[in-house]
């Protein structure tokens, strides 16, 4: 998976856009093992992310093992669940660069988009149009 993992964190420049222009900061990730710290730098600037393992001083630290990282490369699990599990953990002056990170990540398998969930299932979204249209040919069919 470490394959996987690396291709991820490489891809993120490609995603800057979803982060707030107004962020900046240096987010390390430390993915530790028994006997090992696997360290990233992403750095988050301007809606840009860049990403490397050259050593510089970052705004805050995001642990978790390699494993757990996994998981959430494949978005089997969401990073702010594994974060209230204290699977992971985030030390640092700006919250706003996890909560950004978090971002990057892949959905879970099957999630929707919440507004498309409610204009399906609200009363005044695509049902209730259809039960509305339905009402009317009723009426003008029962009319003629």
Same mark, same amino acid.
């Given at each position: ?17 979803? /982060? ?25 600037a301007?809606?840009? /992310?860049t990403?490397n ?8 630290v ?10 959430? /490369? ?16 985030? $030390? ?9 990170f978090?971002?990057?990540?892949? $959905?879970p ?36």
């Open positions: 998976m470490g394959g996987e993992r690396e291709a991820f964190l490489l891809s993120l420049g490609t995603r800057g856009s979803i /982060v707030p222009p107004h962020l900046r900061g240096t987010l390390r990730i430390d993915l530790v093992t028994a006997d090992h710290v696997e360290q990233w730098f992403v750095e988050i301007a809606g840009n /992310v990403v393992r050259e050593s510089r001083p970052a705004d805050g995001f642990t978790t093992t390699p494993e757990l990282f996994d998981r959430l /490369v494949r978005g089997d699990t969401p990073a702010t669940a594994a974060l209230l599990r204290n699977e992971a953990t985030f $030390a640092g002056t700006d919250p706003r660069l996890i909560l950004a978090q971002r990057l990540f892949p $959905a398998a099957g999630a929707e988009d919440p507004r498309s969930v409610a204009r399906r299932h609200a009363p005044h979204g695509a049902a209730w149009r259809e039960r509305l249209r339905a009402t009317l040919d009723r009426k003008s069919a029962g009319s003629s």
